[in-house]
């Protein structure tokens, strides 16, 4: 069966993640969160004082963006690839609220995402890949074969990262992560280079009231007809 290239885009905690994992598992692909790479480089300039509430050195960040190596390694246990910064382990560092403050700034900087891309669609060379992020079916993979464009009401979605983030023992507060979520809304559909937009042949997926489940299914039902196409 021939090998396709699923891009998943969306606004943030759409649970982009968890179908774009579950279909990859059931197809045999590899899952790659782009936004992890994003995370990457903003931790990175956390940890060298590039950027902080009132201060961003953006060309201190493009000077240095060579010394930024970024992989994946990944975990049978946990059965999804974690994020490495210069060979460090820092998959629970991400994905703090810190970093969520900071990501869409970086995200911003046309250098960045320059270097992000070219790995991502080296990655994707083969086919085989699902992919999430904000321009992985406009920019990334403009050809792939299924779009999807996720999208749920900005309550629901900060109640969901909410809820994960207190699980993972992140003292944060509900107002806190709306407020992230709408800055971030905001500034990845604002950008100049590589906004967050539907593609044209992207499909809509609004889970506000849609169960994992219910999601997963209607997903998988669009990659058998898009993989019944492509025969
Ligand atoms: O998990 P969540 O949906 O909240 O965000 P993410 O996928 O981890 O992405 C974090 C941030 O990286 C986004 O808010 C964007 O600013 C940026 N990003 C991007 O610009 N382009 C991508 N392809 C992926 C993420």
Do not use: W
Not at 22 to 43: C, E, F, H, N, P
């Amino acid at each position: 069966m021939n090998k396709i290239t699923i891009a998943i885009d969306g606004y943030s905690s759409t649970g982009k993640s968890t179908v774009a994992k579950q279909v990859a598992k059931t197809l045999g692909y590899i899952y790659v969160d782009s936004g992890a790479m994003y995370r990457v480089v903003t931790l990175y300039a956390i940890q060298k004082g590039l950027i902080s509430t009132d201060d961003f050195n953006k060309e201190a960040l493009i000077y240095q963006l060579g010394n930024i190596e970024i992989s994946f390694q990944f975990n049978p246990v946990l059965g999804f690839a974690e994020a490495y910064l210069n060979g460090v382990n820092v998959e629970k560092r991400i994905r703090t609220l810190e970093v969520s403050g900071y990501v869409s700034k970086i995200a911003e900087v046309s250098e960045v995402r320059r270097k992000l891309v070219a790995i991502q669609q080296q990655m994707g060379e083969d086919k085989g890949v699902v992919m999430d992020g904000r321009d992985i079916g406009t920019v990334v993979f403009p050809n792939a074969a299924l779009k999807l464009f996720m999208t749920a009401t900005a309550e629901e979605r900060a109640q969901r990262r909410y809820k994960e983030l207190l699980e993972r023992g992140d003292r944060v507060t509900y107002e806190a992560v709306l407020k992230n979520v709408t800055e971030r809304d905001y500034i990845d559909t604002h950008r100049e280079d590589s906004p967050l937009i539907k593609a044209k042949d992207a499909i809509t997926i609004d889970n506000s009231n849609l169960t994992l489940e219910g999601q997963y299914e209607k997903i998988l039902q669009l990659v058998r007809l898009t993989l019944e196409d492509e025969e």
